[in-house]
């Protein structure tokens, strides 16, 4: 089995973040499809004090998924040559002409713009 790929702890100790047990359970799928998620780029994980992470933001608590868009702008980010470290910090920067984070848009319905500018971060 191959290990799951995670970025460093680049985020702001304020953001929330959950164990993968605690995603497994939100999402409720097992924790192997939460790894899988993970191992196929559809889902970043940090590694905060040795444990795997993911952000509270990723998740769409009203319907018990992730919030939709980010496994698309995730794979074109990977696809784009993005590490993890660059795809957790480019979601999570403010952006005056978004407005917000992109990961705000994206949990804003606003999935189009955020996955044309991740396109449009490729060349």
């Not at 460093?8 to 100790?13: E, K």
């Not at 780029?41 to 998740?59: D, Q, S």
């Not at 407005?99 to 713009?113: M, N, Q, V």
């Amino acid at each position: 089995m191959s290990s799951i790929p995670a970025a460093a702890d680049v985020l702001d100790s304020s953001v929330e973040v959950l164990p993968l047990p605690d995603v497994a359970e939100r999402l409720r799928q097992p924790i192997t499809r939460v790894h899988q998620a993970l191992r196929d780029h559809h889902l970043i994980a940090i590694r905060r004090k040795g444990v795997l992470m993911v952000p509270a933001a990723f998740l769409d608590e009203t319907e018990g998924t992730l919030v939709k868009g980010l496994s698309g702008t995730i794979t074109v980010l990977n696809d784009s040559g993005f590490s993890p470290d660059e795809m957790i910090t480019w979601l999570f920067t403010a952006d005056e002409s978004l407005p917000g984070t992109p990961i705000d848009a994206l949990r804003g319905d606003r999935g189009r713009e955020v996955k044309r500018r991740a396109q449009a971060l490729a060349f």
